[in-house]
């Protein structure tokens, strides 16, 4: 790839991961042989700004049957969702009969919550999803037609965790063309580059994620697609989101907060090279403390586990190269992936009760964007003299 994926400009290269699995490629021992690998590139569009993946990943590749990823099991992720719903019911969904669509929809909390309120709502998602209504296809312009003759325009489509996603942008704009009301919003949140580079982030790079968003170039992605970047609201979740609100051109005014994220990013040098170089050397000083970190305490006879087996942990494990060697075993609450191994690196998935049986020296948190809930849950651990390693921003024990 050497055309940007929303404006055809130049790609330059900005870092360079090397050989890496998919990230939620969990394999059976059995299917080990077949394991599928692609260069992990960045570059950034000259044009727009737009920081993203160099490479095509073939797209069966990229959406698998069971596909393991499943917010609700967080309290966290559930009330995050249920807080974005309950606040739309005071706000944007206040008209006469409102409906609100979300394309990919994380176990379908938000929409859930707002028809218990009595919204009309609809996901629109290839795979199933069980408790709310889903129309069953990618969001362009065909599903977008489809449903507005059904149930007619929407005032809201959110989507979280799933635009950055996207590598086909224009097919989605397509979409919102046919199907958003004069006055409706295209809400969507993902990791924002600010944060991933101010606390060295670098794990939210994989596969997945094509798109490494900044109000900058979500701003040039909405005027090119004739579209308005309307407001952008911090998010704590996931190590730090951006959440970005997009209209139509002409019905309504962009607020304040745009403007001063745009002066910050702007201020941080957020579109320099020399930024992003710096935060590639970052990265490599994180590598090295952490691997000589659990290289010493491994030497000293302590034993360490893993704790959540991440999509982001791919990246982690295998540009770092932790393996099975300095981390026997990673704990983690889905089912699915419990029982195979880590995609890379192969290191075995286990239920979190073997986290206590008996509890390792130290854990390494690789699921560090929900440390609050993960270390309350596993307070007997501390309680038992156990200690947590982190790596973002910076390798510490906690
Ligand atoms: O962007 C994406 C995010 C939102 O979700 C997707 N592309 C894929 C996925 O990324 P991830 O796997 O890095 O997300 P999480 O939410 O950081 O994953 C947490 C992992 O930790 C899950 O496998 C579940 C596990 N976990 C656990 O074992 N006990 C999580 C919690 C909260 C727990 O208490
Ligand atoms: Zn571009």
């Not at 309950?86 to 409102?98: A, M, Q, S, V, Y």
């Not at 795979?127 to 149930?151: D, K």
């Not at 300095?326 to 609450?333: G, Q």
Request: glycine share 8%; charged share 20%; net charge negative.
């Amino acid at each position: 790839m050497t055309t940007c994926r929303v404006c055809t400009g130049p790609l330059r290269e900005l870092a360079d991961f090397g050989r890496q699995p998919l990230s939620q490629a969990f394999v059976r021992p059995e299917d080990l042989a077949t394991e599928f690998f692609y260069q992990l590139v960045v570059g950034r569009c000259a044009d727009c700004a737009m920081v993203q993946l160099m490479q095509e990943i073939p797209p069966d590749k990229m959406v698998h049957e069971g596909y393991p990823y499943h917010p609700a099991n967080s309290t966290v992720m559930r009330k995050h969702f249920q807080d974005t719903a309950t606040r739309w019911l005071e706000t944007t969904l206040t008209g006469p009969d409102p409906f609100a669509i979300e394309i990919g929809c994380n176990d379908g909390v938000t929409l859930r919550t707002l028809g218990e309120a009595g919204v009309r709502h609809l996901a629109v998602d290839p795979s199933g999803v069980t408790g709310v209504p889903v129309h069953r296809a990618f969001f362009n312009s065909e599903s977008a037609a489809e449903i507005r003759a059904e149930h007619g325009p929407a005032d809201i489509v959110y989507a979280a965790n799933t635009i950055c996603a996207q590598p086909d942008v224009a097919s989605i704009f397509a979409g919102l063309e046919v199907l958003l009301a004069p006055d409706g919003l295209f809400v969507f949140e993902d990791p924002y580059l600010g944060e991933m580079l101010a606390r060295t982030g670098f794990d939210q790079i994989y596969d997945e994620h094509f798109y490494y968003f900044t109000a900058q170039s979500v701003q040039a992605m909405a005027d090119s697609f004739g579209m308005r970047l309307v407001d952008v609201e911090r998010l704590p979740v996931h190590g730090g989101q951006i959440r970005y609100s997009i209209a139509r051109r002409g019905s309504r005014l962009p607020s304040v907060a745009v403007k001063e994220l745009l002066a910050e990013e702007e201020a941080a040098g957020l579109a320099d090279d020399t930024t992003f170089a710096q935060f590639v050397s970052q990265i490599d000083a994180t590598k090295d403390a952490l691997l000589n970190l659990l290289t010493d305490l491994g030497d000293k006879g302590h034993s360490i586990v893993g704790y959540g087996a991440t999509a982001k942990s791919a990246t982690t494990a295998n540009y770092f190269g932790i393996g099975p060697d300095l981390v026997p075993f990673v704990c983690d609450s889905t089912p699915s992936k419990q029982g195979t191994l880590t995609p890379g690196m192969h290191i075995p998935v286990r239920p979190p009760a073997e986290f206590a049986d008996p509890y390792p020296d130290y854990a390494l948190l690789f699921a560090w964007n929900h440390a609050d809930e993960i270390m309350a849950k596993e307070k007997a651990f501390r309680d038992a003299g156990g200690k947590w390693i982190l790596y973002v921003p910076e390798v510490r024990i906690v």
